[in-house]
């Protein structure tokens, strides 16, 4: 079993920055891509930044510029850098990663709320 552990979240005033961790533990031989999602009141979920294991990333149109997704396999831990925060980034940020252990299996952390004041 793997667990994926969030921090970083909060409230922030409009503008301001935020870094967002994401750590897995548990039985991982690797980790291949790694996501961040959120999800607004009265939303569906979406997803926000992707890192492949080689470094590869892809993001929403509505961070692009402002967000930036990173990670360090020697920690297992992906990061979401979140500056120029606006008030409609206002979600619960949730990590996804896919871990190969003898199979690949998706899990998701438990989210962490991030909220932008105006």
């Known amino acids: 079993q793997v667990q994926l552990v969030e921090s970083g979240g909060g409230l922030v005033q409009a503008g301001g920055s935020l870094r967002l961790s994401c750590v897995a533990s548990g039985s991982i031989f690797s980790i291949n891509a790694m996501r961040w999602y959120r999800q607004a009141p009265g939303k569906q979920r979406e997803l926000v930044a992707t890192?492949?294991?080689?470094?590869?990333?892809n993001y929403l149109d509505s961070v692009k510029g402002r967000f930036t997704i990173s990670r360090d396999n020697a920690k297992n831990t992906v990061y979401l850098q979140m500056n120029s925060l606006k008030p409609e980034d206002t979600a619960v940020y949730y990590c996804?990663?896919?871990?190969?252990?003898?199979?690949?299996?998706?899990?998701w952390g438990q989210g962490t709320q991030v909220t932008v004041s105006s």
């Open positions: 890192i492949s294991s080689g470094g590869r990333t």
């Open positions: 996804n990663v896919d871990v190969f252990n003898h199979r690949l299996v998706n899990y």
